[in-house]
């Protein structure tokens, strides 16, 4: 069948909170005459090639795979579904795949359909996912991320498990870029919204960290295991998976000492800048930079937001005053209700969250500390870069 004897390899699934093998994906494979195995996959997005043919092959190796699978003792089976296919259903006729579940005996709960493209009738596509899920099937997308148009898709099907795209993955993971806050709040969003997220492609450790950084449930990848014909003892890479979480462990423990040691210095940065604002708040009087060189800017807002002081930053050797942004409010922005929300605790030095500062397109973190009986806050902005 198209040059080659189909037949499904397994790629297994680590779940990460076990290290152990949860479940495979199937993947479609053809056996040439000199017994080399290659990928289906181009096939299916040929446009040159019959969609009755491609029908076939694919129901041949979908078969063949839940039939494999069936006397594997646990875990769940992801089958790649076109929306193709789903576009060639006869309205309220029974549908192949649960009819063939059913034939070889596997039970649904077992299953999960895994929906390749977003393209196609979307109504058709939902109906078909519904009947999927009343029978027990887990339902997947793949390449989330990957287009911004299939948002309203995915919110309508309402999927239980979300595939990271494995470029962009890759992109993110990498470090290059600025894809990895992207792919975090794609992550925070499935997250929130009740599904797990699977990050696949995973090669490096680097990538690995990533994965666990987004919160993944699942992750499969060559740095696991390659495809192969057959399953693989559920604890196959059980030791190595949790030394690689031990090391991400480590390595998140290490930034949250880095983070204490900021706050350390922090402590005596606002220190310095009280006695600074008491002898009068002169530009000539600020604190040398010399021991903070992650120090951005400094200013002074009222308990509400609004600014009431220039923005201190050091130029040329110097502190210069840079009068662009008073009476700005910033209540709005969330870094800063983030720190407004600390209100009252006077003597309790504030981070946000990481952010992209608008001006200096730079990533930062503001600090603030609420004085004077929390009627102003002293606030200072950090280059995330040099910390």
């Known amino acids: 069948m198209f040059n080659g004897q189909p037949l499904p390899f397994f790629q297994p699934l680590i779940d990460t909170a076990t290290g152990r093998i949860a479940g495979y994906e199937a993947l479609a494979r053809l056996r040439d005459e000199q017994g080399q195995i290659v990928s289906a996959g181009p096939l299916f997005t040929d446009p040159g090639v019959d969609p009755d043919d491609l029908l076939e092959l694919d129901r041949t190796i979908r078969r063949m795979a839940l039939e494999a699978f069936r006397d594997n003792p646990d875990g769940f089976i ?22 063939l ?7 649904p709960e077992q299953v999960v359909f895994e929906i390749t493209e977003l393209q196609g009738d979307l109504q058709e596509l939902t109906d ?18 990957a287009g911004y148009s ?41 997250e929130k919204s009740g599904c797990w997220i699977i990050a696949e492609g995973v090669e490096t450790e680097q990538e690995l960290h990533f994965a666990l950084e987004c919160g993944a449930r699942y992750v499969q990848g060559y740095l696991f295991a390659r495809p192969a014909e057959n399953f693989l003892p559920p604890d196959a890479v059980q030791a190595e998976f949790s030394r690689m979480r031990d090391d991400y462990a480590a390595g998140k423990l290490a930034e949250r ?27 000539t009087d600020l604190p040398s930079p010399k021991a903070y060189p992650w120090l951005l800017r400094c200013f002074l807002c009222d308990a509400h937001g609004t600014q009431i002081s ?4 050091w130029t040329n050797n110097s502190w210069q005053a840079d009068p662009r942004y008073l009476d700005h409010n910033w209540s709005w922005r969330p870094y800063f209700y983030q720190i407004l929300a600390e209100a009252g605790q006077d003597s309790r030095v504030i981070l946000s969250n990481r952010y992209r500062d608008a001006t200096t397109n730079q990533y930062c973190i ?4 609420f004085i004077d009986n929390s009627r102003h806050l002293l606030l200072v902005d950090i280059d995330t870069a040099l910390i």
């Open 78 to 99: 992801s089958i790649n579904i076109s929306p193709l296919w789903v576009s060639r259903l006869e309205p309220g006729k029974p549908l192949p795949s649960l009819q």
């Open 101 to 107: 579940l059913e034939e070889i005996g596997l039970p």
């Open 128 to 145: 078909a996912v519904r009947r999927y899920r009343e029978a027990g099937i887990r339902i997947a997308i793949d390449d989330f991320g």
């Open 150 to 190: 299939m948002l309203d898709r995915v919110l309508a099907l309402e999927p239980d498990i979300l595939k990271l795209d494995i470029q962009l993955f890759r992109q993110a993971a990498s470090g290059n870029g600025n894809s990895g806050d992207f792919v975090k709040a794609l992550a925070l969003m499935a």
């Open 257 to 283: 000492a880095k983070l204490m040691e900021l706050r350390n210095s922090l402590s005596v940065l606002f220190g310095d800048l009280r006695q600074w604002l008491a002898k009068g708040g002169k530009p």
């Open 310 to 313: 220039p923005n201190y930053e």
């Open 366 to 369: 503001t600090s603030g500390l």
